[in-house]
C-alpha cells in the first residue's frame, strides 16, 4: 500500500494521455525498483497496475484527478468494464475484505480512500495462469470505470487501453503475450480441483472423511505439479 501511496503524485498526465506508460520509483533505502502501468484520460483520472512487492500479488488502483470535487462513494465500489466483457463489480472486493477482517486476517483485498481505491487483482504466479481480468485489460480498446458519488448517482470515466499489455508486461514481470493454449490448461486444471473438493463434500459422512479428503486432494495437487491426468489418477484411485 505504502508503495502506491508514494506515486500518487508522480503521474505525467502529458505522457499517459497517449496511452499506457511505465512508472519507476527506487526505493531511497533499498535502491529496490519499483514498476507500475498506469494510464490517465484527460480528466486527469487514472487507472494503475502494480505488484506490491517482487514476485507478490498484482493490484490495481483507480484514482479521481485532485483536480476533480467528486470523490468515490465508500458504500458503492466502483465497476469497471473491458469493451464487451462483463462488468467487473468490486463490490465482491469489498466484501472478501471485510470478511477476511472478520475471521483475523490483516491482508487487504480492498481499500478505499476519497480520491481512490485499491483491489487485488491476481495472486501474481504466472505458473498459475493470469487473472482474465488482467489478459481482458491487456487484449482490449476500451475501458470504463463507473464511480458512484456520496451524493447520489454515479459517473463514467474513459481510459484507453493502448499499450496496455506491453505497460502491465513490464511492470509486473510477465509476458506481454498472452498463451490462451496454457491459460486453458490452467483452468482446466483449476476445475478438475474444484470437481474434486464438491466430490469430498458430496461423499462427506462424517467432519473425519470429509478432513481426510481434503487432506488427499492437497496430497494430490501437490504431486500432480499442474498435470490434470496426474491429479486425477492420485485422487480418484
Not at 507500475?36 to 484527460?42: L, M, R
Not at 491487456?138 to 463507473?146: F, N
Not at 459422512?205 to 481426510?212: E, V
Request: hydrophobic residues 40%; contains cysteine; proline residues 3%.
Amino acid at each position: 500500500m505504502r508503495f502506491l501511496i508514494l506515486f500518487l503524485g508522480l503521474a505525467v498526465q502529458s505522457a499517459a494521455l497517449a496511452g499506457w506508460t511505465v512508472e519507476s520509483h527506487t526505493d531511497a533505502m533499498t535502491d529496490e525498483v519499483k514498476k507500475k502501468a498506469t494510464v490517465t484520460n484527460d480528466l486527469g483520472n487514472s487507472f494503475t497496475i502494480y505488484r506490491i512487492a517482487p514476485g507478490g500479488e498484482v493490484w490495481g488502483n483507480f484514482a479521481l484527478s485532485e483536480r476533480m470535487v467528486d470523490q468515490v462513494d465508500w458504500r458503492d465500489p466502483p465497476i469497471f468494464r473491458v469493451d464487451k466483457h462483463e462488468p467487473h463489480d468490486l463490490e465482491d472486493e469489498k466484501k472478501l475484505d471485510a470478511l477476511l477482517k472478520k475471521l483475523g486476517d490483516s491482508g487487504d483485498v480492498y481499500k478505499w480512500e476519497p480520491k481512490w481505491v485499491n483491489f487485488s487483482m491476481w495472486h501474481g504466479d504466472p505458473d498459475e495462469g493470469i487473472a482474465p481480468v488482467l489478459v481482458e485489460i491487456m487484449e482490449g480498446s476500451k475501458l470504463i470505470v463507473r464511480y458512484h458519488l456520496g451524493t447520489g448517482g454515479y459517473k463514467d470515466t474513459t481510459f484507453t487501453l493502448k499499450g496496455s499489455a506491453d505497460a502491465i508486461a513490464e511492470a509486473v514481470g510477465i509476458s506481454p503475450t498472452v498463451d490462451h493454449a496454457e491459460q486453458q490448461r490452467v483452468q482446466a486444471f483449476k476445475n478438475a480441483v474444484l470437481e474434486a473438493s464438491d466430490q469430498c463434500k458430496q461423499d462427506m459422512t462424517s467432519m473425519s472423511d470429509f478432513k481426510a479428503c481434503m487432506m488427499k486432494r492437497i496430497k494430490c495437487v501437490k504431486q500432480a505439479d499442474q498435470d490434470i491426468q496426474v491429479f486425477k489418477s492420485c485422487f480418484y484411485d
